[in-house]
């Protein structure tokens, strides 16, 4: 979501010390046992996020309502920059 993009791409920390970002062992085993042996699981959140949003043909800024003007218009300036090719939409 919107407000929470701009958190998630200011972050340092490794997505292992995110839970709800990690493979988890015991609802996916082999996820898990490949992301602890191709180190992913080191990456940072924001290099996920980046990866992500380069990837995408179309980028939903969704709750963009729980954002102001200044914020929204950031956001939609970073998602272009990454990916400028990308369609972007803006969604409650």
Known sequence: D??????????TDAISKRPD????GEHDPAAFLMARF????QRS?????VEQVECADVLL????DLVDD??????QQV???LNPGASIRTCE
């Open 2 to 11: 919107a407000k929470a993009f701009l958190s998630a791409y200011a972050e």
């Open 21 to 24: 970002l990690a493979a988890n």
């Open 38 to 41: 191709d180190g992913s699981l």
């Open 45 to 49: 959140v924001c290099d996920l996020l």
């Open 61 to 64: 800024l969704n709750k963009a």
């Open 70 to 75: 200044g914020e929204l218009s950031r956001l």
């Open 79 to 81: 998602v272009g920059a």
